[in-house]
């Protein structure tokens, strides 16, 4: 059988190209069970390919996070992804007989990937046009290129740190702290930007964007004063972060517990951002409440303190309207509050405790931070005991054979328990769902009536 075609291997190399990481691995996998020459030089592709991204990984190891946007949306540095694979190429052309070289562990492929990234760099000054097109995000492309043709330049410095980064984010003793001031000190020498630099690429390699400042504060001695971040170079990385703080105040202040319900696991996840933000803040910096900074973070925590204790009331409403109680007659002129067994247990307003109580039980450490806790406390211990007291009286009618639908019944005796569960009181929950499933059991007369014992 004949191979594939010039066209076919043309067409083909166009498609892996593209495939992502993981979708190569499993085409490579199903192009060794096939059979024929063309599945062969197929894989033979593939298997190409596979080896060629591993290397392109070991030697770009310091910029690749920059090739992708931040998933937290903060501001960093970032490249075109579609930069790096011709970044890669045209590098790697200018060292053919080294790459074989990358496939072995040590100190020879570290050599080979820093000479691999200076002559990328070269390339990206020497033919840009190659590297980032033209019609390739044209406003960003000029300053584009300076910036990765820089970061090139210091890879070899930001490698030899990258083993370090979980050392400097939590207790560096003399000589680890020692060793992060020496990077700085290599990087700026290289370049007069060049501090910054690599800190932009270590913080490339940080889900958590907050933990820069972390490094920042051990990279001078002082680094923790406001007043020298402020007027140095490193000041941008502060103003991101209160940036991002503020528009996550704007997206919180925006939710409408009666309307937008289904944004409640946004908005848990901007809370607690800007809990840790805004924690980080002020175990690593000393602000001054009257600097720009001091004012942002201190109109955050306002702001943010009283969305929560809206969010607050709103779920205690929405607990009365999910599990509502009705006046009912017991002897004469005597009434009292029974559950309304005939609710429904599906709709909006069932959803919307549920959502609401998750969001209480979510920001138990946002709370703390911004001073709700112990009115969220107050509001979990009272929703207890609410909760508890609607299960007790719901399943006495149950018991008594009294509820017009037991099986409605039951299912907001549930729905009860579910919302003990939301809000962390977990003992309680157990409980009703126990004697929930006993309940009923004494209607056809298998044992005496709740009242008559």
């Not at 199903?30 to 991204?53: H, K, Q, T, Y």
């Not at 030697?59 to 690749?64: E, G, K, R």
């Not at 045209?90 to 007989?97: D, L, N």
């Not at 910036?147 to 370090?164: E, I, T």
Request: with cysteine; glycine share 6%.
């Amino acid at each position: 059988m004949s191979g594939l075609s010039v066209a076919h291997r043309v067409a083909l190399a166009a498609l892996i190209e593209q495939a992502p990481d993981a979708t190569l691995t499993k085409l490579s996998s199903v192009a060794v069970a096939l059979p024929g020459a063309r599945a062969l030089e197929l894989g033979a592709m593939l298997a190409d390919e596979v080896l060629d991204r591993t290397r392109r990984r070991l030697v770009m190891a310091p910029l690749l996070p920059m090739f992708r946007p931040r998933a937290d949306g903060i501001e960093a540095m970032t490249f075109p992804a579609a930069v790096l694979p011709r970044l890669w190429k045209a590098g790697s052309a200018r060292e053919p007989a080294l790459l074989p070289r990358l496939d072995q562990e040590g100190a020879d492929a570290v050599a080979v990937a820093d000479r691999i990234c200076l002559a990328a760099a070269a390339a990206v000054r020497d033919r840009p046009e190659l590297i980032w097109p033209a019609d390739l995000q044209p406003e960003r492309r000029e300053r584009g290129l300076v910036d990765l043709a820089a970061c090139l330049d210091l890879a070899h410095l930001a490698r030899r740190g990258l083993p370090s980064i979980q050392i400097w984010l939590k207790r560096p003793d003399g000589d680890q702290v020692a060793e992060l001031r020496l990077l700085i000190k290599d990087c700026a020498e290289v370049h007069l930007d060049g501090a910054q630099r690599v800190l932009e690429m270590l913080f490339s390699h940080l889900d958590d964007a907050v933990l820069i400042l972390r490094i920042i504060t051990q990279s001078s001695c002082a680094s923790g004063r406001e007043g020298f971040l402020s007027a140095s170079e490193l000041a941008g990385f502060i103003e991101r972060l209160i940036a991002g703080v503020d528009a996550r105040v704007e997206r919180i202040a925006a939710f409408r517990p009666g309307s937008d319900l289904a944004n409640v696991d946004a908005v848990i996840e901007d809370l607690t951002w800007c809990a840790n933000v805004l924690s980080e803040l002020d175990v690593t910096l000393t602000l001054n409440p009257l600097s720009v900074w001091g004012k942002s973070v201190r109109d955050a925590r306002v702001s943010i303190a009283g969305q929560l204790s809206a969010f607050l009331r709103a779920a205690d409403r929405a607990v009365d309207k999910a599990l509502p109680l009705e006046r009912v007659q017991i002897a004469g002129r005597m009434t009292r509050q029974s559950p309304q067994l005939t609710a429904p247990v599906q709709g909006e307003t069932v959803q919307a405790v549920r959502h609401l109580l998750k969001l209480v039980g979510a920001v138990r450490g946002p709370a703390s931070v911004f001073g709700a806790e112990s009115d969220r406390k107050r509001l979990v211990d009272s929703l207890t005991v609410r909760l508890t007291d609607y299960v007790d009286k719901a399943l006495l009618i149950i018991n008594d054979g009294e509820a017009q639908d037991e099986v409605n019944a039951l299912r907001l005796v549930e729905l009860s328990a579910r919302c003990l569960d939301l809000i962390d009181a977990r003992d309680a929950a157990r409980t009703v769902r126990r004697r929930a499933a006993v309940a009923g059991t004494g209607k056809e007369g298998s044992k005496p009536s709740s009242r008559a014992a």
